[in-house]
């Protein structure tokens, strides 16, 4: 990689790196083209390849980007907060996320295809890395907050295997990209979480 593309500004580099998460959010590796990655971020096919040697380079460092610095603060921020309660934690962590979102559109659905899709350019040790990220984070939230307000028998990892899937799903379904479209999703989200909360809690604490 060009050691040129760091020097730019961050808002151009947010640009150049929301563009193409958004291309490669919307259609596989092999599918996505640099010349549309270049037309959305405003610069020429030449000067793309100029901070990146080629698509798959640009690609790598997109998820290295996404996973270790924007996903790894994600996870810090949220388990930050005071909250110990397991579902308030988890609305306050969106707050978080919107941050996030606002600043990279793209960047959750993007994760979310370059983890499933079969013909991205990750290894199984690179996809190793986004497991072992959300196993570590899954524990620490476990540890941190009141899983003892749960009914006998619960297993609050189970719950958060649960909502992940539920939220990967309607992600995928609706194809949300921009903050508005991630917070009216958030809503629906919210709505069945809750359900959960009624169901799942001891009823002292629904």
Known sequence: MNEKFFSLPKERKDLIRNSAMLEFGENTFQKTS????????????????????????????????????????????????????????????????????????????????TYYERDSVLTPKLRQGLDDLMEQATEEFIRRVDVWKFKEGVDPRQVIRLLTLMSEGMLARTGASTAQEIEALYQ???????????????????
């Open 34 to 113: 640099a010349d549309a990655i270049a037309k959305r971020a405003g610069v020429s096919k030449g000067l793309l390849f100029h901070y990146f040697k080629d698509k798959r380079e640009l690609y790598l460092y997109l998820y290295d980007y996404a996973l270790n610095v924007c996903l790894r603060k994600f996870v810090a921020q949220t388990y930050a907060l005071a909250e110990t309660d397991f579902f308030a934690l988890l609305e306050l962590g969106h707050q978080t996320k919107m941050e996030m979102v606002r600043r990279h559109p793209g960047l959750f659905r993007f994760v979310m295809r």
């Open 188 to 206: 629906e989200y919210l709505a069945y979480a809750d359900m959960l909360r009624r169901h799942l809690y001891k009823e002292e604490y629904v």
